[in-house]
């Protein structure tokens, strides 16, 4: 009798946002929502005409399927917008549909013996693919909330997010740049998640090619879900370079784009143009300082209010830390009791344990509803 695949049960973590909603649900009064991980404001103008345009000429010229990398005319761009700079080429650009598929199946690549360092708290699709792909080797680098130095142990692969989900916070440079020092010593790669590189302030290394040495390590991922609001649309990129293990991960990345994508639509590689181009980049930095005026409002609030905050300075992320001995499902209990959704801290790891996570992807209104309802919480 056929079996089912058993790294699936491997998966012990519980999902908690079925019970957010659940508990949601049972809320008496409307909520302040300030758990959401997802855009609150609509497709900028650029990118939809961009989009409506392509499906237009799709009515009238067939446009099959497309390089399974992506088109050269976005690879184009994303150099020359991004990577220029640092020595990348387009060939060495990945067009893809998005950074959560991304980030697991890079650790595809590579044998299952390989030692995973992974933050503790971190975004669940990193530790979650591991278990996935049996991946047994897991090494816990504790993000408690500042990320941590590089260990004395030898990691073979690492995840690293800046800036990062769920903590908020930003890698500094000189951090990075003993990060990138490590994997040179240990001929180590680094996934590195670079979701919400818009957000950071001009001081933060957006991309870890900033860093020397960089190119011979590490992979980067980006996408535009976050930055250009396509978290409905599906599109982001890979950069691995040929520096890599001699050319062997860039190979064997293109031979697993061949085997298993036809390439990310057309119409939606277009609209991902559009948001590179002058007007494209203004409307989505004004929607991305929109996020960060909210992020910052909440965060000055409650720091005002004397709570122990972290985060959200390079990243719409807030991470508040409950009082002592209360866990991150009592905190969020204690806090939806006054109106509020957060995200438990432990949702992302053991280390997330009293924490919980806000989010600045809301409206002005939301913020001052949920700073107006603070007063009243027993602290
Ligand atoms: N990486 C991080 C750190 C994220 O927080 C998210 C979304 O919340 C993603 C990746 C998902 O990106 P995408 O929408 O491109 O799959």
Not at 33 to 47: A, E, F, H, R
Not at 79 to 93: A, K, L, R, W
Not at 214 to 241: D, H, N, W
Request: charged letters at 15%; proline letters at 8%; hydrophobic letters at 40%.
């Amino acid at each position: 009798m056929v079996k089912v695949n058993a790294d699936y049960h491997s998966i012990a973590r519980p999902f908690i946002f079925p019970m957010i909603e659940a508990k949601v649900a049972k809320h008496p009064k409307p909520v302040i929502n300030l758990g959401i991980g997802d855009i609150s404001l609509p497709l900028i103008p650029t990118v939809a005409k961009a989009i409506k345009e392509a499906v237009h000429k799709m009515e009238k010229t067939p446009v099959g399927y497309g390089p399974s990398t992506g088109y050269p005319f976005l690879k184009e761009a994303i150099i020359e917008n991004e990577y220029h700079q640092y020595g990348i080429s387009t060939d060495e650009v990945f067009i893809t549909e998005g950074t959560k598929a991304d980030s697991i199946a890079v650790q595809e690549l590579f044998c299952q013996s390989a030692c995973v360092g992974l933050l503790d708290p971190t975004y669940p699709a990193y530790s979650d693919g591991c278990l996935l792909s049996g991946k047994t080797h897991r090494f816990p680098l504790p993000c408690t909330p500042y990320f941590p130095e590089p260990p004395e142990e030898t990691l073979d692969l690492i995840y690293l997010c800046s800036p990062n989900n769920p903590t908020g916070i930003a890698m500094h440079r000189e951090l990075m740049t003993r990060w990138v020092a490590y994997a040179q010593r240990h001929n180590s790669i680094i996934f590195f998640d670079g979701a919400y590189a818009a957000f950071a302030t001009p001081s933060i290394p957006k991309s870890i090619y900033e860093i020397q040495g960089a190119r011979q390590v590490a992979i980067e991922m980006r996408s535009f879900s976050k930055t250009a609001g396509f978290t409905g649309l599906r599109c982001a990129y890979v950069i691995v370079p040929k520096e890599l293990l001699e050319g062997k991960v860039h190979a064997l990345w293109t031979l697993r784009q061949n085997i298993k994508c036809n390439g990310v639509s057309y119409p939606i590689q277009c609209g991902a143009l559009a948001s590179l181009s002058q007007e494209g980049k203004k409307e989505a930095g004004a929607q991305v300082n929109y996020y960060m005026t909210q992020t910052k409002a909440l965060r000055e609030g409650l720091q005002e209010r004397g709570i122990p905050i972290f985060g959200g300075i390079d990243c719409p992320y807030l991470w508040w830390s409950a009082p002592q001995g209360v866990s991150s499902w009592q905190f969020f209990d204690l806090l939806l009791d006054h109106g509020i959704v957060s995200i438990p801290g432990i949702g992302f790891g053991l280390q997330g344990e009293g924490y919980v996570r806000l989010s600045g992807f809301v409206s002005p209104e939301t913020v001052q509803a949920a700073l107006d309802a603070l007063p009243l919480l027993i602290y």
